[in-house]
C-alpha cells in the first residue's frame, strides 16, 4: 500500500534551513550545504538513501523550496533545479498565486496548487498511483501535513551541527506517537533515523 513520506535533513536542534534564504543563500545565510555534504561528499555510501528520497510516484513541496519569491510569479524561474529536475515525476507546489503548470525534461512537470494542503495531496495521490507520495518541503510544509495526521513515515538525515535558528520541523506539530523503523546508520556527516508515524486507535 502506498505511503506518505517525508525525507529531510535537519541540524540535530532541528532546523531544515537558516535564517534569510534567497536566491544567493538557498538555505539560508551562513548555511551552504553542510546539512546535505554527506550526499556530494559519500554519495556511494548513501546511494540508497539517495534514491529513496526521489523515488516517490508524486511530490509535493511549498513555494518556498520552489523558488526565492513571494508574492506574483516571475514567470521566467522555473525552480532551482534546471531544465531537468530531479524528481521525474508531477510536483505539486503549494501557493496563494496561480500559475500555469509547467512541464520539464526527464519527466517533472510542476501543478501550482492554491486551494490547501488536503487538495494538493488528493492530486498527488491520483498523479502516484500505487506508489508513495512524498512531502518534499520545507520545513512549514512538513509541519503542516504532520500537524494533520497527512504523513505516514519521516525518515530524518540529522547532520552533526546546530543552527540555532532558521527554519524549524517538527515546531507547532501537536503530539505525535513516533515508531522506529529499522536501526539508526550513519558515518560521520550523517545520521538516518526513520519513524512510522502511530495512528490514534478510534
Known sequence: MSKVISDMSMSLDGYVAGPHQSMDNPFGEGVG?????WMFEE?????????????A??????RNMFGPGRGA???DWKGWWGDEPPYHAP???LTHHPREPLTMRGGTSYVFVTDGIESALAQARAAAGDRDVAIAGGAETVNRYLAAGLIDELRLHVAPLTLGRGERL????????LEPVGAPWGTGLVTHL????VRPSA
Open 194 to 197: 526513520t519513524y512510522q508515524v
Open 91 to 93: 510536483v505539486f507546489v
Open 43 to 55: 554519495a556511494e555510501r548513501h546511494a540508497k538513501v539517495i534514491e529513496g528520497v526521489t523515488a
Open 33 to 37: 550545504d553542510r546539512l546535505h555534504q
Open 170 to 177: 517538527l515546531h507547532g506539530v501537536g503530539e505525535h506517537a
Open 73 to 75: 510569479w516571475d514567470l
Open 57 to 62: 510516484g508524486a511530490f509535493i513541496m511549498g
